[in-house]
């Protein structure tokens, strides 16, 4: 049926790949216009191909593209659009963005500037949150900068806490800390003497055995309000999730009406115009503290569409066209979405990139795949390494289980490391798939207690694994066998050959001009972080990069004395903070990165005059295995 709105005729998509794509779709099925942004590493991608204009941001970095206001303004003039979706991340929750449209004339597809004010802030949304009477997880709802009240806290409430950034999201900013010793090192890492931001952090007490619970709302100006369904998101690695289901399994009663009252005093607060997520922590003994609002359409929206049989991008569009919301039916049956990034299990979930040499999505009942990405497009490092989302949906969570482990078996992706493996332990694992009201055992660290950081030190910080092989199973091996698929009377079989026999045969076979076929999704697996496991032993000197990732910060200045566990470097990757420490005492004699430099893996960060030895020659040349200073200089820009 073609879309009766009165205003909204033509949608500038502020935003790229599987969710720009997500919103062209919805709208052309509205019957609107559509325009789309891309930079040009997404010249050829799918969203831009379908859009019905699309306009080239120039530039090679997330601030000179798709952070550009100013630039998405013009193109928004450019284009005649007079309505702007920003998709989730981005822009999608910044006040100053959504002003300017409003000021352009435009509608703002989501909730008002003032109420992104209210929410955007931890710290605010908080006040927020104990003005409406919800109750947030215990901490003190202001920064803190004296040392003192941050022991006290603690001691309070308990270890372990967090320190938590103001302006956090999808896992950045959050430190879990554990004793005094870690706090004070905390504190030193961040106060003013090294340039830090302590004004920028606030405390929480760190809630452990407890569910991450979600629930998909919308208000509209009448002041109709629905909850779309619950959600289940504890299935995370470093704060950011990787699994999420609707409606949200093994609840009470009792904790979903508490679930859906607090989200109705918390949109009404703020005069909230559109759709949002309320997110909480349950306990094991049922209690709910609020979290945070995001004020967007989440990634993961699309298992609520599937439980409630809505489409929630033509929700936000009615809604911002000044129509009505649709009431929330009974949620049917259960859904799961598993996020596809370019992320090997191998290696503690690092993002990767690469080019997609094949791919073969799932199908059959009870199967949708969002993507953005087509086979032979490349995965670049200088943006979000998420290909896609399978959601799989049936009529209970006990046969979506089943359907999703039959949906694995078909997806192929080569050419970059998935969780594909991981997701299959995950749904073979009888903590997770038990139909009882025990969920509790899948809290929001089981998945990195059980299938990720098995190092102590790992955990405790919540970093994942670097190069350094800190972290990493002492015990962690090399692929010993290959399998191949061969006929045997014309029966197929699966062979499966111990790794030596394959590489004395392969061998003898390059001898006689033979060649051994690529195996584009092994990764470089943990053979090649021992073999780089010196970079950053201390001895060295050398601070190599553990991931591919963009540098947001640098806490040190060259010629500073820094001391064994002192923050050196923050990176982001997948929206992720990971911090690099200082592995020994020393000096900092040479910085090779600055912020928004994009890294590879491996790539040189920091060298150190490392005490009691010198980490340089008397040319001054750094030893860091081979790899020039130039080299290390040359990072592309990132995020």
Same mark, same amino acid.
Not at 9 to 23: H, P, Q, S, T, Y
């Given at each position: 049926?073609?879309?009766?709105?009165?205003?909204?005729?033509?949608?500038?998509?502020?935003?790229?790949?599987?969710?720009?794509?997500?919103?062209?779709?919805?709208?052309?099925?509205?019957?609107?216009?559509?325009?789309?942004?891309?930079?040009e590493?997404? &010249?050829?991608?799918?969203?831009?191909?379908?859009? /019905?204009?699309?306009?080239?941001?120039?530039?090679d970095?997330?601030?000179?593209?798709?952070?550009?206001?100013?630039l998405?303004?013009?193109i928004?003039?450019?284009?005649?659009?007079?309505?702007?979706?920003?998709?989730?991340g981005?822009?999608?929750?910044?006040?100053?963005?959504?002003?300017?449209v409003?000021?352009?004339?435009? $509608?703002?597809?989501?909730p008002?500037p003032?109420? %992104?004010?209210?929410?955007?802030?931890?710290?605010?949304?908080?006040?927020?949150?104990?003005?409406?009477?919800?109750?947030?997880?215990?901490?003190?709802s202001?920064?803190?900068?004296e040392?003192?009240?941050?022991?006290?806290?603690?001691?309070?409430?308990?270890?372990?806490v967090?320190?938590?950034?103001?302006d956090?999201?999808?896992?950045?900013?959050?430190?879990?800390?554990h004793?005094?010793?870690?706090?004070?090192?905390f504190?030193?890492?961040?106060?003013?003497?090294?340039?830090?931001?302590?004004?920028?952090?606030?405390?929480?007490?760190?809630?452990?055995?407890? &569910?991450?619970?979600? +629930?998909?709302?919308?208000?509209?100006?009448?002041?109709?309000?629905?909850?779309?369904?619950?959600?289940?998101?504890?299935?995370?690695?470093?704060n950011?999730?990787l699994?999420e289901?609707?409606?949200?399994?093994?609840?009470?009663?009792?904790?979903?009406?508490?679930?859906e009252t607090?989200?109705?005093?918390?949109?009404?607060?703020?005069d909230?115009i559109?759709?949002?997520?309320?997110?909480?922590?349950?306990?094991?003994?049922?209690?709910?503290?609020?979290?945070?609002?995001?004020?967007?359409l989440?990634?993961e929206?699309?298992? !609520?569409?599937?439980?409630?049989?809505l489409?929630?991008v &033509?929700?936000?569009?009615?809604?911002?066209d000044?129509?009505?919301?649709?009431?929330a039916?009974?949620?049917?049956?259960?859904?799961?979405?598993?996020?596809?990034? !370019?992320?090997? =299990?191998?290696?503690?979930?690092?993002?990767?990139?690469?080019?997609?040499?094949?791919?073969?999505? =799932?199908?059959?009942?009870?199967?949708?795949?969002d993507?953005g990405?087509?086979?032979?497009?490349?995965?670049?490092?200088?943006?979000?390494?998420?290909?896609?989302?399978?959601v799989? +949906?049936?009529?209970?969570?006990?046969?979506?289980?089943?359907?999703?482990?039959?949906?694995?078996?078909?997806?192929?992706?080569?050419?970059?490391?998935?969780?594909?493996?991981?997701?299959k332990?995950?749904?073979?694992? /009888?903590?997770? +798939?038990?139909?009882?009201?025990?969920?509790?055992?899948?809290?929001t660290?089981w998945?990195?207690?059980k299938?990720?950081?098995?190092?102590?030190?790992?955990?405790?910080?919540?970093?994942?694994?670097?190069?350094?092989?800190?972290?990493q199973?002492?015990?962690?091996?090399?692929?010993?066998?290959?399998?191949f698929?061969?006929?045997?009377?014309?029966? &197929?079989?699966k062979?499966?050959?111990p790794?030596?026999?394959?590489?004395?045969?392969?061998?003898a076979?390059?001898?006689?001009?033979?060649?051994?076929?690529s195996?584009?999704l092994?990764?470089?697996?943990l053979?090649?972080?021992?073999?780089?496991?010196e970079?950053?032993?201390?001895?060295?000197?050398?601070?190599?990069? =553990?991931?591919?990732?963009?540098?947001?910060? $640098?806490?040190?200045?060259?010629?500073?004395s820094?001391t064994?566990? /002192?923050? %050196?470097?923050? %990176?982001?990757?997948?929206?992720?903070?990971?911090?690099?420490?200082?592995?020994v005492?020393?000096?900092?004699?040479?910085?090779?990165?600055?912020?928004?430099?994009?890294?590879?893996?491996?790539?040189?960060?920091?060298?150190?005059?490392?005490?009691?030895?010198?980490?340089?020659?008397?040319s001054g040349?750094?030893?860091?295995?081979?790899?020039?200073?130039?080299?290390?200089?040359?990072?592309?820009?990132?995020?």
């Amino acid at each position: 049926m073609e879309y009766m709105g009165n205003i909204v005729k033509k949608i500038l998509v502020a935003n790229r790949g599987e969710i720009a794509l997500r919103v062209v779709r919805t709208a052309r099925e509205m019957g609107i216009s559509t325009v789309a942004v891309y930079s040009e590493q997404d &010249r050829n991608a799918q969203y831009v191909q379908l859009a /019905d204009e699309s306009y080239l941001l120039s530039g090679d970095t997330y601030a000179s593209t798709y952070l550009n206001e100013d630039l998405l303004i013009g193109i928004l003039h450019r284009s005649g659009a007079n309505a702007v979706h920003p998709g989730y991340g981005f822009l999608s929750e910044v006040p100053s963005f959504a002003d300017k449209v409003e000021k352009a004339g435009a $509608i703002w597809v989501g909730p008002h500037p003032q109420a %992104l004010i209210d929410l955007g802030d931890k710290i605010t949304a908080r006040r927020v949150a104990k003005s409406a009477q919800v109750p947030p997880v215990p901490g003190i709802s202001e920064p803190v900068r004296e040392l003192r009240t941050l022991l006290d806290f603690s001691h309070t409430y308990g270890y372990p806490v967090m320190m938590k950034r103001t302006d956090g999201g999808g896992g950045r900013g959050i430190t879990v800390v554990h004793d005094d010793d870690e706090m004070r090192r905390f504190y030193m890492n961040h106060d003013a003497m090294q340039g830090g931001d302590l004004d920028e952090y606030f405390i929480e007490k760190f809630i452990d055995k407890a &569910r991450h619970v979600e +629930t998909q709302c919308g208000r509209d100006r009448f002041g109709d309000f629905t909850v779309y369904s619950t959600r289940d998101c504890s299935v995370q690695r470093r704060n950011q999730k990787l699994v999420e289901e609707a409606p949200a399994p093994f609840l009470p009663d009792e904790v979903i009406n508490q679930l859906e009252t607090y989200s109705r005093s918390l949109f009404n607060k703020v005069d909230y115009i559109g759709l949002g997520t309320c997110e909480f922590m349950v306990t094991p003994h049922r209690k709910v503290y609020f979290l945070e609002v995001n004020p967007r359409l989440q990634v993961e929206h699309t298992v !609520s569409e599937e439980v409630c049989g809505l489409d929630l991008v &033509r929700e936000q569009i009615d809604i911002a066209d000044g129509g009505h919301l649709t009431p929330a039916p009974a949620p049917r049956g259960h859904s799961f979405e598993l996020r596809i990034t !370019s992320e090997d =299990p191998a290696t503690n979930l690092t993002p990767s990139s690469g080019t997609l040499e094949r791919i073969v999505w =799932p199908s059959g009942p009870g199967l949708r795949i969002d993507t953005g990405v087509e086979q032979g497009d490349t995965v670049s490092p200088k943006f979000d390494s998420m290909m896609g989302k399978v959601v799989i +949906t049936a009529q209970s969570r006990e046969a979506a289980v089943a359907r999703v482990r039959r949906a694995l078996d078909e997806l192929v992706i080569e050419g970059v490391p998935t969780p594909v493996s991981l997701f299959k332990q995950i749904f073979n694992d /009888d903590e997770f +798939t038990a139909e009882h009201g025990h969920l509790f055992d899948v809290s929001t660290k089981w998945l990195e207690r059980k299938y990720l950081n098995h190092e102590p030190q790992t955990v405790r910080s919540g970093q994942p694994a670097s190069l350094s092989g800190e972290g990493q199973d002492a015990g962690a091996k090399a692929p010993t066998s290959e399998s191949f698929v061969i006929e045997v009377d014309d029966r &197929r079989v699966k062979l499966t050959v111990p790794t030596d026999i394959v590489n004395n045969l392969m061998g003898a076979g390059r001898s006689r001009g033979a060649k051994r076929p690529s195996q584009p999704l092994r990764g470089q697996g943990l053979h090649a972080i021992a073999e780089k496991k010196e970079h950053n032993d201390g001895k060295s000197g050398v601070i190599a990069s =553990p991931m591919q990732a963009v540098v947001t910060r $640098i806490n040190v200045a060259e010629g500073q004395s820094v001391t064994k566990g /002192d923050l %050196l470097v923050v %990176l982001e990757s997948m929206k992720m903070e990971n911090y690099v420490y200082a592995p020994v005492n020393g000096t900092v004699a040479k910085i090779f990165v600055a912020p928004a430099t994009g890294v590879e893996a491996g790539e040189t960060l920091v060298a150190m005059d490392v005490d009691g030895a010198k980490a340089r020659d008397k040319s001054g040349a750094v030893d860091d295995g081979g790899k020039s200073a130039s080299t290390a200089k040359n990072g592309k820009e990132g995020k």
